[in-house]
T-cell receptor, first 115, second 111 residues
Framework: EAQVTQNPRYLITVTGKKLTVTCSQNMNHEYMSWYRQDPGLGLRQIYYSMNVEVTDKGDVPEGYKVSRKEKRNFPLILESPSPNQTSLYFC??????????????FGPGTRLTVL | GDSVTQMEGPVTLSEEAFLTINCTYTATGYPSLFWYVQYPGEGLQLLLKATKADDKGSNKGFEATYRKETTSFHLEKGSVQVSDSAVYFCALSEKGNKLVFGAGTILRVKS
């Protein structure tokens, strides 16, 4: 089954304790992206990757890191989480290129709470 | 920069009622337009899309028409069901794969 998986689905942590949220897709997609969803703000892009070893900042990258060492995986790293990073996080993937109409496939989400 | 504005919710309807969720956008060029739906506890999934002016996207009884003159992409359905209860996001893409989302509209359908 074609899918995007994320782990963990739920995480409660404390300020300053490094964490990683994993994302994996099995559709051979070039493009992968992380979004955060907050009430009243919709989804905002954190980081994206056009392909292996190619990553760039989205609209709200502060406090986050990513890496793309393999095509299928795109982990999100919070080196020193703070309470304002409490949110619902989604990973997404799609075929690459310059098209604007590619469907993006979303993971099930990771609900993060930072105390 | 690009932006999407959609009507605030929640929208509460009775089963078989007509649904409209308004969406307007601001973009410098000619974006592709999307509606994504998020069912409770799940990720987003594409509902429909349109890639140029006057295109109509449709799926599962939902429709939306790309109106360049009014920069709008309103979502409609003639007869909603309880199973349509979800959060609906309007979005645009003007640069490659990046999506710019509206705030989302909660739809609640009562039986």
């Amino acid at each position: 089954e074609a899918q995007v998986t994320q782990n963990p689905r739920y995480l409660i942590t404390v300020t300053g304790k490094k964490l990683t949220v994993t994302c994996s897709q099995n559709m051979n997609h070039e493009y992968m992206s992380w979004y955060r969803q907050d009430p009243g703000l919709g989804l905002r892009q954190i980081y994206y990757s056009m392909n292996v070893e190619v990553t760039d900042k989205g609209d709200v990258p502060e406090g986050y890191k990513v890496s793309r060492k393999e095509k299928r995986n795109f982990p999100l790293i919070l080196e020193s989480p703070s309470p304002n990073q409490t949110s619902l996080y989604f990973c997404a993937s799609s075929f690459g290129g310059t098209n604007t109409y590619n469907e993006q496939f979303f993971g099930p989400g990771t609900r993060l709470t930072v105390l | 920069g690009d932006s999407v504005t959609q009507m605030e919710g929640p929208v509460t309807l009775s089963e078989e009622a007509f649904l409209t969720i308004n969406c307007t956008y601001t973009a410098t060029g000619y974006p592709s337009l999307f509606w994504y739906v998020q069912y409770p506890g799940e990720g987003l999934q594409l509902l429909l899309k349109a890639t140029k002016a006057d295109d109509k996207g449709s799926n599962k009884g939902f429709e939306a028409t790309y109106r360049k003159e009014t920069t709008s992409f309103h979502l409609e359905k003639g007869s909603v069901q309880v199973s349509d209860s979800a959060v609906y996001f309007c979005a645009l893409s003007e640069k490659g794969n990046k999506l710019v989302f509206g705030a989302g509209t909660i739809l609640r359908v009562k039986s």
